[in-house]
């Protein structure tokens, strides 16, 4: 079983009618309810005002993947939590952030650059991701690729490092091409994937609930063993020069 952890900043529904009217459960309400109709999955959420921001050691402990959705108020995560999902994620959680994820301290922090940095323009305009590692089990069940009918553009340069895999380039009708669907992995595995805008039902497309639900399974550790660093013996015998 697949322990999952919806996290969601949840502001823009509580403060903009327009997306409580498309998200009246929340972002995180949304992608929860798509996760949890999977019988290898068992969801719950996390939301920003909540204390430690719902994430707990014991939530954390508990979780095998964290999805993160966060925009407005990204500054008030607080640096030990994010110490702490950093943490989590070095010793084999998988993490996915979600859109504007990108500028989020966790995803920042892991990546260790200024991830933040990139193009944008919000014109609702609509935006193919073609497929770009056909085979990779993030793409399963896509074809050649899939458009997203409303969503804000995102365009390139964006500052991340070479990602290890790349399984989706979005391309806009403006003319940009972005990077849309990421893959890292920093002890557990962390994909970004770019659409989901908060005044856009983006996560009740499909395809879109598709590609996060197989990012999920791919980012559950199968398992993390212990290992060792710091001083240790050597394996094989030491001999120094003196002894040949
Ligand atoms: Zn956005």
């Given at each position: 079983m697949i322990r999952v952890t919806v996290w969601n900043?949840?502001?823009?529904?509580?403060?903009?009618?327009?997306?409580a009217a498309i998200y009246p459960n929340g972002i995180h309400g949304a992608i929860a309810d798509f996760l949890s109709k999977n019988e290898d999955m068992t969801?719950?959420?996390?939301t920003l005002d909540?204390?430690?921001?719902?994430?707990?050691?014991?939530?954390?402990n508990n979780t095998d993947v964290l999805l993160w959705w966060g925009h407005m108020a990204h500054q008030e995560v607080s640096d030990e939590v994010v110490a702490k999902v950093c943490q989590r994620v070095n010793d084999g959680m998988g993490f996915i952030a979600?859109?504007?994820?990108?500028?989020?301290?966790p995803f920042s922090r892991l990546l260790g650059t200024r991830t933040d940095m990139l193009r944008w323009r919000e014109d609702g305009d609509m935006q193919r991701l073609w497929v770009t590692s056909p085979g990779h089990p993030i793409a399963q069940g896509i074809g050649d690729y899939f458009e997203v009918p409303h969503d804000e553009t995102y365009g390139e340069q964006f500052f991340i490092p070479q990602p290890d895999n790349l399984v989706f380039i979005s391309w806009h009708p403006g003319g940009e091409v972005f990077r849309s669907g990421c893959c890292f992995v920093r002890g557990g595995r962390i994909?970004?994937?770019q659409p989901g805008h908060e005044t856009f039902p983006v996560y009740y497309q499909k395809e879109i609930q598709t590609v996060i639900t197989n990012a999920v399974r791919w980012a559950a550790p199968l398992y993390m063993p212990a290992y060792s660093t710091g001083w240790q013996k050597s394996v094989e015998p030491i001999h120094t020069y003196e002894d040949k």
């Open positions: 900043e949840f502001r823009h529904e509580k403060e903009m009618p327009e997306v969801v719950r959420t996390a909540e204390p430690e921001h719902g994430l707990t050691d014991e939530v954390l979600l859109h504007s994820a990108h500028a989020s301290k994909f970004y994937f």
